[in-house]
């Protein structure tokens, strides 16, 4: 029993041992230490992720009157609706910003970790900005939308493309749990940018349950 404890069972012990403190404690510190070392890189050169019009060309839009026929009223034939493609997963189409909030970060399309490293991205299955509906952009806390702690009611959010540049103002601000569906539903007759990151703000846990929404509406002239 002890040449067992000694050769097979000790072994397999401290194995499980060291893979706890790998995953509960070096793991969050190394994902910590990631985000330190991207927003110096962020604070460093902001401007080189912002040059998205060499890497999304064909993205184009188009602009439709709403005038059909002689039987339009006047109201609709001054309506347009912007028809755009949707780019290829993981391909940066724009850039948005927050002159208030001090926030400017490279919009990619697509919201998985790779991209996130990168700058904020939109989730897929949402409503390219411009286009009517509803666009929901996140990025992490401690880089990226770090500026969206410093946000208020009122502030105008701008997101600029190589089809066109479109404002919205911020209309409310609150938290939530992740799993919070009501959180971000999707709204069909209103044209909104949905903004979300990790709450608490700089908080150094590995997960954690609540995000920060920004719901901000369209400016039309």
């Known amino acids: 029993m002890k040449w067992i404890a000694a050769y097979i069972l000790y072994p397999v012990l401290f194995t499980v041992i060291g893979i706890a403190v790998i995953s509960f404690g070096v793991k969050p510190v190394?994902?910590?230490?990631?985000?330190?070392?991207?927003?110096?890189?962020?604070?460093?050169?902001?401007?080189?992720?912002?040059?998205?019009?060499?890497?999304q060309t064909m993205l184009s839009g188009l602009v439709n009157d709403g005038a059909n026929g002689e039987g339009d009223t006047k109201k609709e034939q001054e309506t347009t609706q912007i028809s755009?493609?949707?780019?290829?997963?993981?391909?940066?189409?724009?850039?948005?910003?927050?002159?208030?909030?001090?926030?400017?970060?490279?919009?990619?399309?697509?919201?998985?970790?790779?991209?996130?490293?990168?700058?904020?991205?939109?989730y897929a299955s949402s409503k390219m900005p411009g286009t009517g509906g509803t666009?929901?952009?996140?990025?992490?806390?401690?880089?990226?939308?770090?500026?969206?702690e410093q946000i208020k009611v009122n502030d105008q959010v701008v997101?600029?493309?190589?089809?066109g540049e479109f404002t919205y103002e911020v209309k409310q601000?609150?938290?939530?749990?992740?799993?919070?569906?009501?959180?971000?539903q999707f709204?069909?007759?209103?044209?909104?940018?949905?903004?979300?990151?990790?709450?608490?703000?700089?908080?150094?846990?590995?997960?954690?349950?609540?995000r920060y929404y920004v719901y901000c509406s369209r400016i039309t002239e």
Not at 30 to 55: H, T, V
Not at 135 to 147: C, K, L, R
Not at 187 to 210: A, H, K, M, N, W
């Open 159 to 163: 997101i600029t493309t190589n089809y």
């Open 84 to 122: 755009v493609s949707e780019p290829e997963y993981g391909i940066q189409y724009g850039s948005i910003s927050c002159e208030k909030a001090e926030l400017l970060a490279p919009l990619y399309y697509g919201d998985d970790e790779e991209i996130l490293r990168l700058g904020a991205g939109q």
């Open 30 to 55: 190394l994902k910590i230490m990631d985000a330190d070392i991207c927003m110096q890189i962020i604070n460093g050169a902001p401007e080189a992720s912002m040059d998205y019009e060499l890497q």
């Open 187 to 210: 709204e069909p007759d209103i044209e909104q940018v949905i903004l979300y990151t990790c709450y608490p703000f700089g908080v150094s846990t590995y997960d954690r349950e609540e």
């Open 173 to 184: 601000v609150k938290v939530a749990k992740a799993n919070d569906e009501s959180a971000y």
């Open 135 to 148: 666009t929901i952009i996140g990025a992490h806390d401690s880089t990226y939308f770090a500026g969206l």
